[in-house]
């Protein structure tokens, strides 16, 4: 066989059929023998028989020659049927596909039935050896189970399964293949091939195939199996329990052992059915380059649940499940799934990283359990409504510091900004909302991270005006740049207060990686100054006074922003089960919209999942953070 006519999974097997003929036992009939078809002249009968040796002995060109010959001799003998049919039959062989189509087509036509029959086999291999399968497949379909040779009802049954799965016909070719595995007749090797092969189709298949397979095929078969075993690992990665159950009771209805993989599935989608409203999970980086930050979120998770510092919590108490991802997206997944189907949380806190935070929202959307994130990242929430993000994102604090400033009465607005990912969405979110409110951004300068030096940036900026200037950077930039504005003669001054004489008036506007008590001892460069702030104990409600106070005695350390708003994510979790919600489902649907007191500046989430309050606004007035005007919720 040439090599550009090997074509299909099973091309080989047709072409060693084709060469050398098969084995016929008692009462079988080959598809060369037709009791019907006789001659009366001897020497076409010589002839055709001549060719037919050459053909089974593998002397292609001789046959090919007596086979024509056979042709133009006999045009009107009755067995010129079978010699077409043979010459097609060396043609294909040969790999002279079209040629072999020819003769089969007439062969098909044929007004014997079993001659016609026979061309339609030879039809339908041939079109999926050219690659014309859905014809291949109309041609072989009606054809199964009418031969009772087991060489050619291998042949058939494989070229139907392989132009099935050229067409995407999942179904049909395990079917067909399933019909190989049910022949007594074939050898055990070619059984369990076709075992192999289901097993393969199976394992490449997509839900929507599998799903249909599962539907169609008899259920008392190795492919139905097969396929239930494969739907039952694709819905529950789905996070479809309900639909894990029913399978899994139809296969137990049918007594049809499950390995030890998918009995384990059918446990875990049991739990995960069933949530426990004590149990809340959480998953944060307790080792590698974030585990100081999944350490304050430890600790306020800690707190928020009574857990003691060492040995089990109460009995009846709110059980907090940790789980380490190490900032690893797909530990975080995975943490996932081992909360919700082995420990059957209610709930998840976490993660911290952005990566980490979508697959496992995903994850979380997947599996129905509400996953609280602790990420600024404003995509987590695309993933479904059982994805809430309690940390604000960068456009949430820029519009809170634009709102307070465009309050005071500034129009024209400046920013200076470090040149990285963070200074430059904060400077593009800040200048967009900016223009969206009808203000101007009349200067937009960058530095050097970790610039010492300001003034030529400055300059410019002082030569355009403004009356409020946008610096996202941290509080130790913050120090150096606030002497920097004051030497060009811009100073921050509160609403209705004077710069020094010669100054002009601007409001500094900071997000929260800039509240920083260093700023304080230098803080006359920073009178009026507006901070965006998610969690500062200092100038907060007595709440989270006392949450700061309560988690230092305990830790010998101040809380953080991460602290406080895992305390926060647990306490609203731990709201929504005290208000009476024991299902995922309705803890969800509790979370967005409710609002609750929180550390953090919160207040709960909204309906979009996010915070109510994205951020508190500070202002420097004498040597202290103040809470400055109230900010209405989101």
């Not at 103040?626 to 900010?631: E, G, H, N, R």
Request: include cysteine; charged fraction near 25%.
């Amino acid at each position: 066989m040439r090599a550009h006519t090997r074509v299909g999974i099973f091309a080989s097997v047709a072409i060693t059929v084709l060469f050398t003929g098969c084995p016929r036992g008692s009462g079988q009939q080959d598809f060369e023998q037709f009791p019907s078809l006789t001659t009366s002249d001897p020497q076409a009968e010589a002839d055709l028989r001549l060719a037919r040796e050459a053909a089974q002995a593998g002397r292609t060109e001789e046959a090919e020659r007596r086979f024509h010959t056979f042709l133009e001799d006999f045009p009107a003998d009755p067995l010129v049927p079978v010699a077409k049919l043979g010459l097609g039959r060396v043609l294909l062989a040969d790999g002279r596909l079209e040629a072999a189509l020819a003769q089969f087509d007439q062969v098909a036509t044929a007004e014997d039935p079993a001659v016609s029959e026979a061309g339609r086999f030879y039809q339908g291999v041939t079109y999926h050896l050219i690659g014309r399968h859905a014809e291949a497949i109309e041609r072989l379909v009606p054809l199964v189970g009418q031969t009772t040779d087991p060489a050619r009802s291998s042949l058939l049954l494989r070229t139907l399964a392989a132009a099935a799965q050229r067409t995407g016909e999942t179904a049909l070719a395990l079917d067909s293949l399933d019909r190989l595995v049910e022949a007594p007749e074939l050898p055990d090797a070619d059984r369990e091939e076709a075992r192999r092969q289901i097993r393969a189709i199976v394992a490449d298949a997509d839900a929507v195939a599998i799903e249909r397979a599962y539907a169609e095929l008899p259920r008392d078969r190795f492919a139905w199996q097969e396929a239930a075993g494969r739907a039952i690992r694709l819905a529950f990665d789905a996070g479809n329990m309900t639909r894990v159950a029913e399978i899994v009771a139809e296969l137990r209805e049918r007594a049809v052992p499950m390995s030890d993989e998918l009995a384990e599935l059918a446990v875990r989608a049991e739990r995960t059915e069933r949530a426990d409203p004590r149990i809340i999970g959480a998953i944060a980086p307790l080792t590698g380059r974030a585990r100081q930050i999944g350490q304050a979120v430890s600790r306020g998770l800690m707190l928020a649940s009574g857990a003691p510092l060492d040995g089990p919590p109460p009995p009846d108490a709110p059980q907090l499940v940790m789980r380490d991802d190490g900032g690893d997206p797909a530990r975080a997944a995975a943490a996932v799934e081992e909360l919700v189907s082995e420990h059957r949380a209610i709930a998840i806190i976490g993660p911290l990283e952005g990566r980490a935070a979508q697959l496992a929202a995903r994850r979380a959307q997947d599996l129905g359990v509400p996953l609280l994130t602790l990420v600024p990242d404003p995509n987590v929430t695309q993933a479904g409504v059982m994805a809430f993000r309690l940390m604000p994102g960068p456009r949430d604090e820029a519009a809170v510091l634009l709102q307070a400033a465009r309050a005071r009465g500034a129009t024209r607005f400046a920013i200076l900004r470090p040149d990285h990912a963070y200074g430059r969405r904060l400077g593009e979110a800040f200048a967009t909302l900016a223009r969206e409110a009808g203000g101007q951004v009349v200067a937009e300068e960058t530095y050097a991270p970790g610039a010492t030096s300001f003034g030529e940036a400055i300059s410019r900026i002082a030569a355009q005006q403004p009356q409020a200037l946008f610096v996202p950077d941290t509080g130790r930039q913050l120090n150096l740049i606030g002497p920097a504005l004051a030497a060009a003669g811009l100073w921050s001054t509160p609403a209705g207060g004077a710069p020094p004489r010669g100054g002009r008036a601007i409001t500094l506007l900071a997000p929260s990686v800039g509240v920083d008590s260093r700023i304080l001892v230098a803080s006359r460069y920073f009178q009026g100054a507006l901070f965006a702030s998610v969690f500062h104990a200092e100038s907060s409600t007595d709440e989270a006074r006392a949450f700061a106070d309560a988690y230092t005695a305990r830790f010998g350390a101040a809380p953080d922003a991460y602290a406080a708003l895992a305390y926060d994510a647990f306490r609203l979790v731990r709201g929504a089960v005290s208000a009476g919600h024991t299902t995922r489902r309705d803890v969800a649907g509790w979370l967005a919209g409710t609002s609750q007191p929180t550390v953090g500046a919160s207040g709960g989430f909204n309906a979009s999942r996010t915070p109510r309050q994205a951020a508190r606004l500070l202002e420097v007035r004498g040597s202290a953070f103040v809470p400055a005007t109230s900010i209405p919720e989101s």
